[in-house]
């Protein structure tokens, strides 16, 4: 394997050198490693920093080279292990844990096994694909902050809608707000799973980018908490002829059958988390990090923190585009629109989602109206 040494924050990492003809994409290469992936890595080390005390244990369950881990014991100083079940990749986590002189565990273990029978403060799960197969051994592990990405992005979000029900046991739709619908889906399923542990989730910080996803949960442990945590699970009501939606809390949800603005037939995407994404508090505590930082991707992983932390919490959005197409009318500013919703009495917000996307409590009769003035 032919390898070079590059820097990311302020961590020095050898890689193995990605021949564009040959090894692209990156997860042809000997062992995994994406260049692109620099944003997620700088906003893992700041969220890991802003919510752990330096005695927390972290695993990084599915290594590759090691360029997470070895960040987050460099960069953040927590008591870090490595794990990869392919020899390759094991030789480089080691080298790459001495090149930076720290004192890392590298293990070489089937990640399931490993989280089933060891106990970790902060579990990352970054797997090529699916995070589907590790979630049960990752719940089971953890006991202070999950860590996950997930770049099957079409499953989540209802473009392969079989493949989303076989991996997630939920329902997803491919609705104009389908990558929040995604991240809704992958919530939902690891508190179900969490709950069988008696364990509960509160969101910090869920974010959909280019090809993946990535959610940094707290977690707790009691019966009760997770009881509470159940019932921010639930189902979206959509309807395909007029954009309509709405949401209802619980397992045992009873839904309209008809769209109670057009009458069509409504479509049932769940069960999904309905709660919140973000945690104010948590995204500032993630901004102060990513400010005093030395980050190559600081200004993008401040923009996008910026922008969830003023996300409304509701759990779909409309994008203008779309409703100005339909009313063949040409879309003002996102900027100017919020005000107008404002200025109408209604709550609104931009959303990471989508730069031509809004959230509001306004009914889409409402939004119309405010649209054609
Ligand atoms: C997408 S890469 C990880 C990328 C890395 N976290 C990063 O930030 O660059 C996924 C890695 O998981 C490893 N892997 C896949 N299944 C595994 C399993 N069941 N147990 C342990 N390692 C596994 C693969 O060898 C591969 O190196
Ligand atoms: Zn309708």
């Given at each position: 394997?032919?390898?070079?040494?590059?820097?990311?924050g302020?961590t020095k990492i050898i890689?193995?050198?990605?021949?564009?003809?040959?090894?692209?994409?990156?997860?042809?290469?000997?062992?995994?490693?994406?260049?692109?992936?620099?944003?997620?890595?700088?906003?893992s080390v700041?969220?890991v920093?802003?919510?752990a005390?330096k005695r927390n244990s972290y695993v990084d369950a599915?290594g590759a080279t090691g360029i997470r881990g070895v960040r987050i014991a460099n960069e953040v100083g927590l008591d870090v292990a490595i794990n990869d079940?392919?020899?390759?990749a094991h030789e480089l986590i080691k080298k790459n844990i001495e090149l930076n002189r720290l004192s890392a565990k590298a293990l070489r273990?089937?990640?399931?096994?490993l989280?089933?029978?060891s106990?970790f403060d902060i579990?990352d799960?970054?797997?090529?694909?699916?995070?589907?197969?590790?979630?049960?051994?990752?719940?089971?592990?953890?006991?202070?902050?999950?860590?996950?990405?997930?770049?099957?992005?079409?499953?989540?979000?209802?473009?392969?809608?079989?493949?989303?029900?076989?991996?997630?046991?939920?329902?997803?739709?491919?609705?104009?707000?389908?990558?929040?619908?995604?991240?809704?889906?992958?919530?939902?399923?690891?508190?179900?799973?969490?709950?069988?542990?008696?364990?509960?989730?509160?969101?910090?910080?869920?974010?959909?980018?280019?090809?993946?996803?990535?959610?940094?949960?707290?977690?707790?442990?009691?019966?009760?908490?997770?009881?509470?945590?159940?019932?921010?699970?639930?189902?979206?009501?959509?309807?395909?002829?007029?954009?309509?939606?709405?949401?209802?809390?619980?397992?045992?949800?009873?839904?309209?059958?008809?769209?109670?603005?057009?009458?069509?037939?409504?479509?049932?995407?769940?069960?999904?988390?309905?709660?919140?994404?973000?945690?104010?508090?948590?995204?500032?505590?993630?901004?102060?990090?990513?400010?005093?930082?030395?980050?190559?991707?600081?200004?993008?992983?401040?923009?996008?923190?910026?922008?969830?932390?003023?996300?409304?919490?509701?759990?779909?959005?409309?994008?203008?585009?779309?409703?100005?197409?339909?009313?063949?009318?040409?879309?003002?500013?996102?900027?100017?629109?919020?005000?107008?919703?404002?200025?109408?009495?209604?709550?609104?917000?931009?959303?990471?989602?989508?730069?031509?996307?809004?959230?509001?409590?306004?009914?889409?009769?409402?939004?119309?109206?405010?649209?054609?003035?």
């Amino acid at each position: 394997m032919q390898t070079k040494m590059i820097q990311e924050g302020s961590t020095k990492i050898i890689v193995p050198i990605l021949d564009k003809e040959t090894n692209y994409p990156p997860s042809s290469a000997p062992v995994f490693y994406n260049p692109r992936m620099e944003l997620c890595r700088d906003l893992s080390v700041a969220c890991v920093a802003a919510f752990a005390g330096k005695r927390n244990s972290y695993v990084d369950a599915l290594g590759a080279t090691g360029i997470r881990g070895v960040r987050i014991a460099n960069e953040v100083g927590l008591d870090v292990a490595i794990n990869d079940w392919s020899s390759q990749a094991h030789e480089l986590i080691k080298k790459n844990i001495e090149l930076n002189r720290l004192s890392a565990k590298a293990l070489r273990k089937n990640a399931s096994v490993l989280l089933s029978e060891s106990h970790f403060d902060i579990v990352d799960i970054d797997p090529f694909g699916s995070p589907a197969p590790f979630i049960d051994a990752a719940c089971r592990s953890v006991s202070k902050m999950l860590c996950i990405t997930a770049t099957d992005t079409a499953p989540l979000c209802g473009a392969h809608k079989a493949s989303g029900i076989r991996k997630y046991g939920a329902i997803p739709l491919k609705t104009e707000y389908h990558p929040e619908m995604g991240v809704r889906i992958l919530l939902g399923a690891i508190a179900r799973n969490l709950a069988r542990y008696d364990k509960s989730l509160a969101p910090l910080l869920s974010y959909a980018m280019e090809h993946y996803f990535r959610v940094y949960l707290a977690v707790e442990k009691g019966a009760a908490k997770s009881n509470e945590m159940t019932r921010q699970v639930g189902f979206i009501c959509h309807c395909f002829g007029c954009g309509f939606r709405s949401w209802k809390y619980g397992l045992a949800a009873h839904m309209p059958e008809k769209c109670p603005s057009c009458a069509e037939r409504i479509s049932l995407a769940g069960p999904l988390w309905l709660g919140r994404l973000h945690d104010r508090k948590f995204c500032n505590l993630v901004l102060d990090e990513l400010e005093s930082r030395k980050l190559g991707t600081r200004k993008r992983a401040m923009r996008l923190v910026r922008l969830c932390a003023e996300e409304l919490e509701i759990p779909t959005y409309y994008d203008q585009h779309t409703i100005c197409k339909e009313l063949k009318i040409n879309p003002p500013p996102i900027e100017t629109f919020i005000e107008m919703l404002h200025e109408a009495g209604f709550q609104a917000s931009r959303t990471h989602f989508s730069g031509t996307s809004f959230k509001t409590d306004a009914p889409l009769g409402e939004i119309e109206k405010i649209l054609c003035r």
